[in-house]
């Protein structure tokens, strides 16, 4: 049976994880907090799930690649070098990254990419999430990927669309842009919605999240999927074959 490790075990996320794991009968080899050492995880398992922070992942990926074990990272706010640094990892190693491990998002990014593609750039795209209070990143990673979908589908990058925060005299809007809006508060698993406005009209795509165990039994979807993966960079759409 695949033994799962958990990088950020005591976390929101990781205690999800392990129950996760229970429910799909696999094994749960155990976990870390940020005082461990994902060396010693990564020897005892066949895979991990890292949902800790930004600042974990170069020992976490170190760890996996030097054990040779696939990696499942769902952790957000990542920079482009450590993007860098899953690929790099990828060329010895089956990793996946994503900000948002539901099935949900993933159909609704494919929705957006569709709705983007066929209304064009003079409907303006807006993405809005809102999450706990106890979020530390901002926007979101589910709310980038919802922005490099409708980037996608204008055929544009999210690189060369995205909009700073707004605040003060902002001056009109440019045609073409996404812009993105951040709430946090309360106990809110995850709320997206991308706002399409037209001439006279609007179309909104929203998901919410009412419980993290959906992106839980996602992780461990995908870890054991990922489990069986020769080296490289997977999706979660390849993960549910869509
Ligand atoms: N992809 C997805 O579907 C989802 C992604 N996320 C993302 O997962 C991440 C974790 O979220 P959540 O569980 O709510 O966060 P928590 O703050 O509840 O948990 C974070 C965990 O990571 C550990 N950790 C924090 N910093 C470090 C570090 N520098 N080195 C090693 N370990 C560290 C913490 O250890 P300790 O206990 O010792 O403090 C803790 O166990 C976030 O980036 C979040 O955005 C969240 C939900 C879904
Ligand atoms: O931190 C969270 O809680 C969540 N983070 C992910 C994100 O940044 O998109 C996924 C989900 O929305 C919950």
Redesign the pocket.
Known sequence: MTSIGILGNEGRMGRAIAAAIKEAKATHAGGIGSAGDPRGLAEKCDVLIDFTAPAALPANLAAAQDAGRAIVIGT?GLTADDHGRIDAAAERIAVLQT??TSLGIVMLCALVRQAAASLGSDWDVEIAEM??RM?V?AP????LMLGEAAAAGHGDTLDAVRTPAREGHTGARKTGTIGFSALRGGTV??DHMVVFAGEGERIELAHR?EDRMI?ARGAVRAALWLSRQAPGRYTMNQVLGM
Do not use: I, L, V
């Open positions: 957000t900000g948002n999450h706990h979020k990143d979101s990673g589910t709310a698993a995850g999240a992106f």
